[in-house]
């Protein structure tokens, strides 16, 4: 099957498409990358979309048209890459479509009630002809799940190691962690969770300081320039998520722009200049992992995977090194995955085993009652002769 893949992260920074062959299924199942863009959002767009997050400034007017216009992207971006791709729409089967989540509501007792993403799926399926599966958080909240990290299912599928246990970690917005078995053990269980901010706070404080001209810290650079406040740091570890046993999930309503101000505040109180307050907020990233690593591995881990934009960042990926050691520290590149391209891979995959009936959610990782086949399913052109195939 022929099926594209469309995501967009906390960090909304743009459209992640991947154009996947998928085959087979679980315990026998190959997914080939065929091709994979990244397109940018307008300047404009992103700051729509930012506001749409944030309780202070959206509205209802806003986040519905929102839903139609970021839509309209999402298929123009669908329908590049396949141009780029030299393949026809006729020739795609699905796509899966994670849209933009705008808020996902973490109750004080842990427990997740809603997660809302937006991106009108009868747009996609209408401007591109394909059938699409989207909405893909919701059953798995309704069964009493996180809804996350959806990604995990993928890195059970298809990154357990023969012999050892392996940690594969994204790097993102948020940062998120799979801890998994190894094939030849039977009997033990995967565990998953977000493990806290990867990117947000630091990107957020990057965009302060340079007057919005900066959306990250390409290369660690500040980074490099400051001091780590152990103090400060130490403060901050004693968030009260780090400590909340898993199943547990968080974004940017705990981590996100508002939060990010506040510790800049803070630490300019304290004295603390900006590149030791960078410095200090890229520590927190790295620590917190490792803090997670310490705190719910349930096993010696052998093997580290760093996927997303926070692998990027040679002060973090050193940092964790040194935090985790003697554990091998990698990127999902050296497993045969495309980090850049993950996570719009895994909206593919998901969206082919929601179509063949299968749960795609598992206890283990979401914390929900049982596990859930995922998904809205929104009929395109392809729809008919798509039910005849696969009855076929």
């Known amino acids: 099957m022929i099926v594209i893949g469309l995501m967009s992260g906390t960090s909304a920074d743009g459209v992640d498409v991947a154009l996947c062959d998928i085959r087979g299924q679980p315990g026998d199942m190959s997914v080939d990358l065929l091709h994979g863009q990244t397109f940018e959002y307008a300047v404009e767009m992103r700051r729509r979309i930012l506001a749409c997050c944030d309780p202070g400034e959206s ?6 048209a929102l839903h139609v216009d970021l839509a309209e992207v999402f298929a123009d971006c669908a329908l590049a890459a396949l141009q780029n791709a030299n393949l026809k729409p006729d020739l795609v089967d699905l796509i899966g479509s994670h849209g933009q989540t705008i808020w996902h509501n973490v109750l004080p007792s ?6 809302f993403q937006i991106v009108e799926a009868a747009v996609l399926a209408e401007r591109a002809g394909i059938t699409t599966i989207s909405n893909f958080r919701a059953r798995d909240i309704a069964a009493g799940g996180q809804g996350a990290p959806l990604t995990s299912y993928v890195d059970w599928l298809l990154l357990r190691h023969p012999t050892h246990w392996r940690a594969v970690q994204n790097i993102g917005g948020m940062g998120n962690v799979t801890f998994l078995p190894p094939l030849l053990d039977e009997t033990a269980a995967p565990v998953a969770f977000d493990t806290g901010p990867g990117n947000a706070l630091l990107d957020i404080a990057v965009s302060y300081f340079s007057e919005g001209e900066l959306k990250y810290d390409r290369d660690g650079h500040f980074a490099k320039q400051g001091r780590v406040n152990e103090e400060w740091l130490d403060e901050l570890l004693r968030h009260p998520y780090y400590a909340r ?5 968080t974004g940017r309503e705990t981590f996100g722009t508002a939060a990010a101000l506040a510790l800049v505040a803070e630490a300019q109180s304290r004295g603390l200049d900006e590149a030791e307050i960078i410095a200090t907020l890229t520590a927190l ?9 310490s705190r719910f591995a349930p096993a010696s881990l052998r ?5 997303g934009g926070g692998r990027r960042n040679p002060v973090i990926v050193g940092m964790i090194r040194q935090l985790l050691a003697p ?3 990698m990127a999902h590149e050296d497993l045969g995955l495309d980090s850049d391209f993950k996570e719009a891979l895994v909206f593919a995959l998901l969206a082919y085993e929601s179509w063949y009936g299968r749960p795609a959610a598992l206890p283990a990782l979401t914390g929900a009652r049982r596990a859930s086949i995922l998904g809205t399913i929104t009929p395109g052109l392809n729809y008919a002769e ?3 195939r696969t009855w076929r």
């Open 59 to 64: 509205r209802v007017d806003d986040i519905a």
């Open 110 to 115: 842990g427990e997740v009630n809603v997660s």
């Open 245 to 249: 046993d898993y199943p547990k999930t």
């Open 285 to 293: 990233t790295a620590s917190n992992i490792a803090e997670a690593y």
């Open 303 to 307: 093997e580290v995977s760093l996927g």
């Open 327 to 329: 554990a091998a520290v």
């Open 386 to 388: 798509l039910l005849r």
